[in-house]
């Protein structure tokens, strides 16, 4: 019996095993059946050049003897191309091919252009996917189309020279040339730049920030757009340049060139430095004094004649009517210039000689606020020492060097407490007697009122003790997104707020916590004022300058209250 069953299993799983294989056969040989005559005809250019469209054109023909619906077309391209209209990294396009009937064809054009890539042997891949007849199961055939890739037939190259000195005009050429035999429209050319450099001019007007517009570019012909400018930096400084050249296909823009090129700047055989307070990196304030040290040094081996020094002072914190110095002061740009007039031995700067001029003055006593921008003021000096007299060594009209210094201005934060006991506009109500009376409660609001100026702060932290026989109701209220928080254990109240905006209370309402407190007098504080709360400290972080801000407000007593209905007299503590 056992025997029997186990022939039995394995006559059915040899059954299940024949099944399988005659279905797969099957299914395979239909779909054989269902996609012979079925073709896909991919037209590629042989080859393609960088930056000019081309068109591929895909046909679908169903010879075959079943109907073959929802059938969807792709068409995968390399990375090196772009579908014209949309953008790059867009590598794969479908098409909704329907319904193709017996005998019927599909034909689908796809417009294309190369942005980089030379000598390269691509190809572009087609599927179409169908479901036949009846079937259920879908299809797919696919075809593959291979093309190269020339390169571009736009040349294209920027010429800069390899070292200038800083400060001195130089020439920057852009050329470019059309060497295929198709007219090239649309083209615009693009200078990233670093921002230390600045255009003086251009031999082609500028359509936007540092973009040329060129137009069609015939086939043969050539053309070069030549700026002068001005960098400005340290010795040894390293700077690139990156040109691009862009067409536009399809309403859209795209590159199809780019080439960069290095440029530094050369130690200027005349020197200048300048130095604040004898402090690097100085942060200043309002009311402070600032001297001002310009250094210079002639490292050539010829004298220098007729030396100019000047100095543009470029910000509003500066109190102009405060400078000290030797030099003039040109008004209508705020520069001041030494030359030989005021400064006799800029008239002759000796080989190997050095020396400095200097200038003092005072930044503004308060911050110039009008509007909610006015924030994080700096004190710029842009300095520059030039002569006509050109080493032998170099080449250029005249010698020079320049320098500058940013120093910021730090910001303040101030806190204004108050304690009041007729408090109605607080909407918080005290009760008790004043004078103060041993054994009997009293109560108060104090107010915590934040002004910020000029710098956003953060981390801000505002702490007081409270004084002996005084205690927090449990009553406080901000206009802020946090309240002070009692510690019963220290009688502390600590206010923490993450951040506060520049010029809040000075433009607008200023930051302020309210919050109840309760003063129960002893016997032997009879006849004496009794302490409310001790000084108030205001710790916060400049967001600009990264340096602490810390302000204090004095301790208030019974008989200092900020309360105009409360005489001092009424402070002293009653048996």
């Known amino acids: 019996m056992i025997l029997m069953s186990l022939k039995t299993i394995f006559i059915i799983i040899i059954s299940l095993i024949l099944v399988t294989l005659i279905g797969g056969a099957g299914y395979l040989w239909y779909q054989a059946k269902s996609t012979r005559g079925f073709e896909i005809k991919v037209e590629v250019p042989e080859e393609v050049v960088v930056g000019v469209p081309f068109e591929v054109v895909v046909t679908a023909e169903n010879d075959s003897v079943s109907i073959l619906e929802d059938a969807e077309l792709s068409l995968e391209i390399p990375e090196e191309l772009v579908f014209v209209g949309k953008d790059s990294g867009d590598i794969i396009e479908f098409k909704d091919l329907g319904n193709l009937g017996v005998g019927s064809i599909a034909e689908e054009r796809f417009s294309l252009v190369a942005l980089y890539g030379e000598n390269n042997i691509r190809q572009i891949i087609v599927s179409v996917s169908y479901t036949p007849g009846s079937v259920g199961s879908r299809f797919k055939k696919t075809a593959e189309a291979p093309f190269s890739i020339l390169g571009t037939s736009i040349g294209f190259d920027i010429e800069i020279p390899n070292k200038v000195f800083g400060g001195e005009a130089f020439t920057l050429r852009m050329k470019y040339e059309n060497k295929g035999t198709t007219d090239m429209n649309d083209l615009s050319l693009t200078l990233a730049a670093p921002q230390a450099f600045t255009i003086k001019s251009a031999s082609l007007d500028i359509t936007s920030k540092n973009t040329w517009q060129i137009g069609t570019l015939k086939a043969g012909s050539q053309g070069e757009i030549v700026i002068t400018g001005v960098l400005v930096g340290p010795d040894n400084a390293f700077f690139e340049f990156d040109a691009i050249l862009e067409a536009i296909f399809g309403g859209r823009k795209y590159p199809i060139s780019e080439k960069s090129a290095a440029i530094s700047i050369a130690p200027s055989p005349l020197s200048l430095t300048i130095d604040l307070n004898n402090i690097p990196e100085y942060v200043t304030v309002p009311g402070d004094d600032l001297n001002y040290r310009l250094t210079f040094q002639n490292s050539t081996d010829v004298g220098l004649r007729d030396v100019v020094i000047t100095a543009q002072l470029i910000g509003a914190m ?35 000689a050095s020396g400095f001029v200097d200038f003092s003055l005072k930044t503004k006593s308060a911050y110039p606020i009008v509007r909610l921008s006015d924030r994080n003021f700096t004190l710029r000096v842009k300095a520059a020492i030039e002569s006509p007299t050109v080493p032998f060594s170099v080449e250029g009209n005249k010698t020079m060097s320049m320098a500058e210094l940013e120093t910021k201005v730090q910001g303040r934060t101030e806190v204004d407490a108050r304690v009041l006991y007729r408090d109605a506009a607080s909407g918080i109500v005290n009760t008790g007697s004043l004078p103060l009376k041993v054994g009997k409660p009293t109560q108060f609001t104090v107010h915590w009122v934040l002004t910020n100026y000029s710098n956003d702060v953060e981390n801000v932290e505002v702490k007081a003790f409270l004084g002996g026989n005084v205690r927090f109701t449990g009553i406080a209220k901000s206009t802020g997104e946090t309240q002070p928080i009692y510690n019963d254990r220290t009688q502390e109240m600590v206010w923490s707020i993450p951040t506060i905006p520049s010029a809040r209370g000075v433009l607008n309402k200023p930051l302020e916590a309210i919050f109840q407190i309760e003063a129960m007098p002893s016997i032997n504080q009879v006849g004496s004022v009794m302490l409310l709360i001790q000084q108030t400290t205001l710790n916060a972080t400049d967001a600009f300058t990264k340096l602490p801000i810390i302000h204090t407000d004095s301790a208030i007593t019974s008989g200092t209250l900020d309360d105009p209905t409360v005489n001092s007299s009424q402070g002293l503590v009653q048996p």
Request: a negative charge.
């Open 318 to 352: 500066f109190d102009l009517t405060s400078i000290s110095s030797s030099a003039f002061l040109r008004s209508h740009d705020n520069t001041l210039v030494w030359n030989a007039a005021n400064t006799p031995e800029l008239g002759l700067l000796n080989p190997g």
